[in-house]
């Protein structure tokens, strides 16, 4: 008798998959280099790392007898209240979990029937499209214009017609946007849910343009807006995974109801709540980064055949000239000499690259590999 292995289900089994950042050490083994000789400016992380007092605070922890031992709080009530101070929010109207891709994915599953849209907006964040596939979700794309920018009467235009068909949807945008650097304009935001539209704005950068270019006051008069935030990138914990949604109380009590009871690991717990309380010291590595972003810009706009565009966040996004080289052999040239950036299959990014953000420190062996390559 034959036996079969059980089969997912077919539109999962037909899936391409979410392609994420290859590791350092895999890069660097390929490039013949030790990882420490290497730039990793693949992913917009925190070049400075987890700050010291947020690293004290889980060794602190690590001595306390239960820490591990025991299932974390479901609610996540402490890190919730330190929220609540960082924002300015009332804790009702925050949930907490395990990235802002966790999120994502459960707000999408719990709002959106399959059948359901989403409309985005290429070039933007690659988790997009993916999270539509896994649910079973139409995706609209309303691809961005000259130098990039968002084009509101189009997606305005994609809004009404898919509420025209009665079909429900979620527009997703993201401020600054990735891989592009802009903010979503504020009056397109207002039209876009005053049009009727549930917007998800993913705000995983907001701290690196200013959190006063976030848009949560919009909370207590546009019950459809949902931000999404991340511990990521300004805190410089990615690897503990810690994000959060702020949304009307009534959508975070359903989804709340919904999540996983323990998605919050312990560590990830202690560690926002100290990188709230060091804020303050966080942000002068964000004045930093900010800094050496500025200059960045300036310095690759003076090299032949690169085109760096503005940007609010950690990152660059720098179109290439044909001249020298289309995106991907500028980007395997950077990793022959160990500078690793983000390149695109996405055709509308085929000629640029990604470059986060170095430390103040790094720039300057940053713009002489890539002299040196051009």
């Known amino acids: 008798m034959s036996v079969e292995r059980p089969f997912v289900r077919p539109h999962l089994a037909r899936l ?20 420490e000789a290497c730039l990793k400016l693949d992913a917009n992380e925190n070049p400075y790392g987890m700050q010291d007092g947020v690293r004290d605070a889980l060794r602190q922890a690590l001595q306390e007898t239960g820490f591990g031992a025991i299932y974390p709080d479901p609610d996540q009530m402490e890190l919730r209240a330190a929220l609540a101070g960082y924002t300015g929010l009332d804790a009702s ?23 359901s849209a989403i409309i985005t907006c290429t070039p933007s964040f690659g988790m997009y499209p993916f999270l539509a596939d896994l649910n079973q979700l139409e995706l609209i794309d309303v691809p961005r214009g000259d130098g990039f920018a968002l084009r509101p009467d189009a997606l305005l235009e994609a809004v009404q ?65 949902i931000i999404m935030r991340t511990f990521s990138k300004w805190a410089g914990i990615a690897g503990l995974r810690l994000g959060y949604m702020l949304a009307t109380a009534g959508l975070i009590a359903d989804l709340a109801k919904v999540k996983q009871p323990y998605n919050v690991n312990q560590a990830a717990e202690i560690a926002g709540i100290a990188a709230i309380e060091r804020r303050a010291e966080i ?41 020298i080289g289309s995106g991907r052999e500028l980007h395997d040239r950077l990793a022959s000499v160990g500078v690793f950036v983000r390149t695109y299959s996405d055709p509308l990014l085929a000629g640029s690259l990604r470059i986060s953000v170095p430390r103040a420190d790094q720039l300057d062996v940053l713009l002489e590999r890539i002299a040196a390559v051009l």
């Open 16 to 35: 391409a998959g979410y392609a994420p950042v290859v590791p350092l050490s895999e890069r660097a083994a390929a490039a013949g280099l030790a990882p």
């Open 93 to 115: 109207m925050i949930l907490a979990g395990a990235g802002a891709d966790e999120l994502l994915d459960l707000t999408l599953r719990a709002v959106l029937a399959p059948g």
């Open 161 to 225: 017609s898919v509420r025209a068909r009665g079909v429900d949807l979620v527009v997703i945008l993201t401020s600054p946007n990735n891989p592009t650097g802009d903010l979503v304009p504020r009056d397109l935001l207002e039209a876009l849910l005053n049009g009727g539209a549930t917007v998800m704005l993913d705000e995983a950068y907001v701290e690196f343009a200013g959190l006063d270019a976030s848009a949560q006051a919009l909370l207590s008069v546009q019950p459809r807006l």
């Open 283 to 323: 942000g002068e590595q964000l004045a930093a980064i900010r800094a050496t972003r500025d200059r960045l810009v300036n310095a690759l706009a003076a090299l032949p055949g690169l085109e760096p565009l503005p940007s609010e966040s950690n990152f660059v996004l720098v179109r290439v000239d044909p001249a």
